[in-house]
């Protein structure tokens, strides 16, 4: 089955812990996409890639790290995680084939910081 | 900076009714636009896709227009039904890679 897969779906931790959500697509897509979703605010882009080793910053990159080392895995880093970070994370990909750009979501990453 | 606005943001109608959620956005120099579903609590499922050169795209019930130089799109979905009750999302993109929102429509079908 075509998907996205996101580890871990739920994860509570403390300020400062430095932790990583992993992203994981079996669709071969080029493109891969971290968002956050926070009431009031919508889905904000957080990176992007476009391909191995090619990273790009969205709208509010402060605070996270991605690294694109394999095509199927697109990892983000939390490296002193803190409250205001609390939020649901949706990592998304999508390909340069025929439906260009159609970009497929993870079923989400709730993470709350205390 | 590319701004996307979704109205209304609220919306309820009785089934069975035809109904237009809008999409409008500030910067007309787009690469496709991507409208969404997403239920409480979950994920985003995508409805349709529409790259710049084209004007409609059509699913089923769903049909979402593009209107480039007005910075316009509306998502129509005809005969409504219970399950359309979620929150509808749109997606613009200028270049492959990087997407901007809107803080969608919640939608509510009652029977």
């Known amino acids: 089955e075509a998907q996205v897969t996101q580890n871990p779906r739920y994860l509570i931790t403390v300020t400062g812990k430095k932790l990583t959500v992993t992203c994981s697509q079996n669709m071969n897509h080029e493109y891969m996409s971290w968002y956050r979703q926070d009431p009031g605010l919508g889905l904000r882009q957080i990176y992007y890639s476009m391909n191995v080793e090619v990273t790009d910053k969205g709208d509010v990159p402060e605070g996270y790290k991605v690294s694109r080392k394999e095509k199927r895995n697109f990892p983000l880093i939390l490296e002193s995680p803190s409250p205001n970070q609390t939020s649901l994370y949706f990592c998304a990909s999508s390909s340069t084939g025929f439906s260009y750009n159609e970009q497929f979501f993870g079923p989400g990453t709730r993470l709350t910081v205390l | ?111």
């Open chain 2, 1 to 111: 900076k590319q701004e996307v606005t979704q109205i209304p943001a609220a919306l309820s109608v009785p089934e069975g009714e035809n109904l237009v959620l809008n999409c409008s956005f500030t910067d007309s120099a787009i690469y496709n636009l991507q409208w969404f579903r997403q239920d409480p609590g979950k994920g985003l499922t995508s409805l349709l896709l529409i790259q710049s050169s084209q004007r409609e795209q059509t699913s089923g019930r769903l049909n979402a227009s593009l209107d480039k130089s007005s910075g316009r799109s509306t998502l129509y979905i005809a005969a409504s039904q219970p399950g359309d009750s979620a929150t509808y999302l749109c997606a613009v993109s200028p270049n492959a890679g990087k997407s901007t929102f809107g803080d969608g429509t919640t939608l509510t079908v009652k029977p």
